[in-house]
């Protein structure tokens, strides 16, 4: 009986690991997918350079108490031909 237990929770171990591989390939291949796009809409639409703004970190309380961090990455703004300020 122990070794069947033993069994059971390595296997348990062993696809969890390999779903959190996974998930991690996923979300690799999404990054790269969605930087692939962008940059053949730049192209396309013959978007510039135009601003960056700077992220930043508050902090504040939510309603039950708890302290709560939240951030905002950097941004990049390129004009494009359609007239449009992109931010990414």
Do not use: P
């Not at 999404?30 to 992220?55: I, L, P």
């Not at 970190?57 to 961090?69: A, D, F, K, L, R």
């Not at 950097?74 to 031909?81: A, E, H, I, S, Y």
């Amino acid at each position: 009986m122990n070794a069947l237990r033993r069994q059971t929770g390595e296997a348990v171990v062993t696809i969890f690991i390999i779903a959190a591989i996974a998930l991690l390939a996923l979300g690799i291949w999404a990054a790269v997918e969605d930087s692939r796009k962008w940059e053949a809409f730049k192209v396309a639409r013959n978007c510039k350079f135009v601003a960056h703004v700077r992220g930043s970190t508050h902090v504040g309380m939510s309603t039950s108490g708890n302290m709560v961090v939240m951030g905002e990455s950097d941004k990049t703004g390129w004009l494009c031909d359609d007239g449009v300020t992109y931010y990414r």
